[in-house]
């Protein structure tokens, strides 16, 4: 019989959180490449507690995006278990966990994932679409449509509701991305280098928007970044190496 894949002697817990939002127990993945297994995640035990910003931060390759996948429900790990709101929800069956990544959890992106056919009040109102059905859609349109402009107009996209993603500027759609991932008022935020593909004046200003609004909604939010001095306007910083975290 295989043996379990250890996780860390020490995890990486949350300040005085006395029932983490988000926790990551023994998390283990790998990747299969031809006749090649690659192991990108070893064990990994983590937890962010309610209302906590925390960096997370690592060299390319070593494994931050994958865990973040992992955390947000998008890839199943092989091993592990995440918890989210103390449900395990890779446990779930596939709707409810779909309804709870839907719900509760909000995604930005390095590079947008917007839907190019839609406008940017339709990109933000995509959750919404998949999360309901026609009908309970149509019956809710009225109040989603205006959570959606009222996010749009925070973000200083007023006059951009009908342009499509190839109308606007890169830092243009990475508030409409933002405001998408806060359209339906999610616990937990992860942002996977979310100013990586802009230039730096543009990524000042998205990266303030985006911790205003962490602060403002008392958001659990994880932020994977490169740049040193992001990670230290962050509460906790965890550092990643080869699949594992450094503690």
Not at 54 to 77: D, F, I, N, Q, Y
Not at 158 to 166: E, G, Q
Request: glycine share 8%; with cysteine.
């Amino acid at each position: 019989m295989e043996s379990p894949l250890p996780s860390q002697t020490r995890p990486a817990r949350a300040p005085h959180a006395a029932e983490p939002v988000l926790r990551a127990l023994a998390v283990a993945k790998a990747f299969v490449l031809g006749e090649r297994r690659l192991e990108i995640l070893h064990g990994i035990d983590l937890e962010l507690g309610r209302g906590e910003l925390l960096a997370l931060v690592g060299s390319s390759g070593a494994g931050k995006s994958t865990l973040l996948h992992c955390l947000g429900l998008l890839e199943r790990p092989d091993r592990g278990e995440v918890y989210v709101e103390g449900a395990a929800a890779w446990s779930l069956p596939l709707t409810e966990r779909a309804r709870l990544r839907n719900e509760r959890i909000g995604f930005v992106f390095q590079f947008y994932h917007l839907l190019p056919e839609l406008t940017a009040l339709e990109n933000v109102l995509l959750p919404a679409m998949i999360g309901r059905s026609r009908l309970a859609f149509r019956a809710e349109r009225r109040e989603l449509d205006g959570r959606a402009r009222a996010l749009l107009e925070r973000f200083g996209l007023s006059d951009r509701l009908k342009h499509r993603p190839s109308q606007l500027s890169g830092g243009e759609r990475q508030r409409v991305a933002m405001a998408r991932a806060l359209l339906l008022d999610p616990a937990i935020l992860l942002a996977d280098e979310p100013t990586g593909n802009l230039d730096s004046a543009t990524g000042a200003a998205v990266l303030e928007l985006l911790l205003e609004e962490q602060a403002r909604r008392k958001l659990s939010m994880i932020l994977v970044t490169h740049d040193e001095k992001i990670a230290r306007r962050c509460q906790r910083t965890l550092s990643m190496k080869d699949g594992r975290l450094v503690v």
